[in-house]
Each structure stands twice: as C-alpha cells, then as structure tokens.
C-alpha cells in the first residue's frame, strides 16, 4: 500500500471512530465532568502561599527557610531583610485571620484550619519569646509601625486568635505593639497604621490613644476626593491603596471606634456609601480574563489590589449592584491570573512580581515578606461554603457581561462628599 492510500484509510477509521456510540459516550461522559469548587481552588492557593511561612514559624526556622530577597533598587538591604518577618507575619495572619476565625466546611477544610490554627499560635510564640530562634523585633525601624498594624488587624479579625493564645504570649503582643508608637507616621496612609493599633487596645479593652485615631479619620476626610476615592496624602496617586489599606482600615477602625462613641456617625454613614461606590469601581477593573490595571506602586502585592472588594464580600457589606457569586467569580479570576505563572513561586515562596517572577515591577521597601500581603484576596474564605458568595450558581461580572455583548447598565460618578 502506496503512502497516499495509507493516509487515506487513517483518516477513514478516524471519521468512523468519531461519529462511533462509545466514543461519543466517553465524550459525553467528560462533558458531565462537575468544575472544580471554587472554594477548593482559593483554599489550595491559601494553603500553598502561606504554608511555607506559618510551617516554618511553628517549627521556630522561619529565619533559616525564608528567602532573603529584596527589591533591586532596595534603599536599605540590611534593615529590609531584617523587618521582613515581621512583615510576612501581620501580612498573612490578616489575609488568612477570618478563614481562621471560621467553623465548619468539609472534614479536610476542618482538619486544615485546626492544623493552621495550631502552628499559628505555636508561631506567634516563636515570634514573640526573646529566646526563640524566630523572635521578632518591632522596635528596629518605622517599617514596623506598619506590620504590627496588621498582625494587629489579624486579632481584630479573629478574636479565636486572642482568646486562644496563652496569657504570656498576650502580655508580649501588647507590649511590642505599644511600641511600635515611638514611630511617628508617615504624612499619608500610615496615619492609619498607628490608628488600627489602637482599634485593637480599644477592642481588647487596654487603654487607648483617641487622639491617634482621631487624628487619622479626620485626616482622611480631609484627603477625599470625590467618587468613592481618597488620596494617599496630600496629592493623588492613580494606583491600588484606596485598597491595599485606606478603605479596609477605615471601615474596620469606625466600626470598632463607632462602639464606643457616636462622634463619628456622620463620618461612618460617608464611609459606608464611599466603601460601596469604590467597591462597584473595583469590580469594573477586573477584566474578563482576570487581570487588571497594572498601574501605581505596591503592584507586586498582587491580589491584595482588590483586598477591599474582598474585604466587602466577607463582612457581607457589599452593595446591591454586585451579587456576592459575581464578585466571587471576579475575585477567582484574578486569583488564578496573578498565581499561574509557573515562576509564581521559587521553591514554594512567592517571587517578586505580578504575573510570575517581574523583579524590575518592585519598589524600594519591597522584600520577600511585603509580598504576602497578596494573602488579602482570601478574606472571603471567612465566609462559610453555604454563604451566597460560595453556595451561588457562578455569575458573569461586569467586564464579561460588557465584552461579550451583552446590554449592560451605564456606570456614573456619585457625589459622596
């Protein structure tokens, strides 16, 4: 048989074989294959991203396993590359902080968080006791000012964490965040640092500093520019602050401080309206493939540039414009676009960049621990599998909706003033 003829009578069999009743029961049979649960996806992600800080922590060698990276244009190499556990633990025990706090899920979901659970507390002991290998210091530079905020914002998040901890180990976190308030705040977002670690001695019932608070919030009312957004000090930047931290931490410290005080009720109704317009603007920069603007500093953040459209979803304060499965939707896609990249992780931590290993995306004050403030994007997980945002059928989001053709309401600015 010539190789003309033998070519032929492949491609025969072949036809015969794609219209036979087994074959197209097979691909019937992989038609009906269930997609993964989202939720199964985000906990995977969560688990890899932070597994190999709060193993290492627990094991008191998170000093000898983590990475020592900093920016390429680094401003200090020496007192970024020692800040930076300080900075990878307030930056994943506030990501990860209601997942912690959450009860409940299947048995590998409960298995996993009593696992996590479990090495937090053992780590915070490690990070607090001044024998251990890991112990943390948060006196060394005004770097820390900052990730004491968030290992601070963790324990507001999850009080399981404080009531949970030994009674040394309280007296030491109180002790090393007090003083943290040697360090005067930058002119900018930091006023709010200093601000949500005194949220948490108000919670906690310790004695507080109103003025710092109150500082902060009417700073901040001062910095609003209009349509839901602020400035980060006294001139505006186009990047993703408003939700790395100004609308997250505004609405958590209003809600601690709005309990104890109605000086700021009219501020907190603001707030609330600004929150939900910024959290519509958030949603509408999520592409239909899942990335976003890459635009303004911090970019190496990650997710954790929709860390308060996360933050939204999970204290179910989202406005009636976006269905919590839409967000969640949005919110998956964005964790599967900034975490695919095979150069993602560099034997299992986080490299520098956005979509994979991009060391030229970083700033001066990045190192290997600020990038784990992307764990942000997980807040939702707080929410049990039977919220609408994990038990809703998926929902298209607004850039799917808008890029498939589908008619679609106009969007305008509010004045929120």
């Not at 290492?56 to 000093?63: G, K, Q, V, Y």
């Not at 949603?283 to 996360?310: K, M, Q, W």
């Amino acid at each position: 048989m010539n190789q003309s003829m033998s070519r032929l009578l492949r491609i025969f069999v072949f036809l015969l074989l794609l219209g036979s009743p087994a074959l197209a029961q097979k691909k019937n049979a992989s038609a009906k294959v269930k997609p993964v649960n989202d939720r199964i996806v985000w906990l995977t992600e969560m688990d890899r991203m932070v597994r190999p800080v709060l193993s290492s922590l627990a094991h008191d060698s998170l000093r000898i396993a983590m990475p020592k990276r900093v920016s390429i244009r680094t401003d200090n190499r020496e007192q970024r590359l020692e800040v930076q556990y300080v900075e990878v633990l307030g930056r994943v025990l506030s990501g990860i902080a209601p997942w912690l706090q959450g009860e409940g899920g299947s048995t590998d979901e409960v298995a996993l968080r009593n696992q996590y659970r479990q090495w937090v507390l053992q780590g915070l002991t490690h990070a607090l006791d001044s024998t251990a290998n890991d112990y943390m210091r948060f006196d060394i530079a005004g770097q820390q000012l900052v990730d004491a905020s968030f290992l601070a914002y963790a324990f507001v998040r999850a009080p399981w964490l404080w009531e949970n901890m030994s009674k040394i180990d309280r007296e030491r976190l109180v002790r090393v965040l007090k003083s943290t308030r040697q360090f005067k705040p930058g002119f900018s977002n930091w006023l709010l640092f200093s601000a949500m670690t005194e949220a948490f001695f108000c919670k906690y019932g310790y004695e507080w500093d109103p003025m710092r608070v109150d500082y902060a919030l009417q700073q901040l009312e001062q910095w609003y520019v209009g349509d839901g957004v602020y400035m980060d000090g006294p001139s505006f930047a186009f990047d993703y602050y408003n939700s790395y931290v100004i609308q997250p931490y505004l609405a958590t410290i209003t809600d601690i401080i709005g309990k104890k005080t109605s000086a700021y009720a009219g501020m907190i109704a603001r707030l609330k309206k600004r929150n939900e317009r910024y959290a519509i603007i958030q949603e509408r920069l999520i592409n239909a493939d899942g990335t976003f603007p890459a635009t303004g500093r911090s970019i190496v953040y990650r997710g954790a540039a929709f860390h308060h459209l996360a933050d939204m979803a999970w204290r179910k304060a989202l406005p009636e414009q976006l269905k919590p499965a839409q967000v969640r939707c949005a919110l998956t896609a964005v964790l599967r676009k900034t975490l695919e990249s095979p150069s993602t992780y560099q034997q299992g931590w986080l490299t520098i960049g956005l979509y994979g290993s991009q060391p030229d995306l970083a700033d001066s004050y990045n190192n290997q621990g600020s990038l784990y403030l992307a764990t942000a994007i997980f807040l939702p997980l707080g929410l049990p599998e039977t919220d609408p945002f994990w038990a809703g059928a998926p929902e298209k989001w607004s850039a799917q909706r808008i890029w498939s053709g589908d008619d679609f309401p106009n969007d305008h600015s509010v004045n929120l003033h």
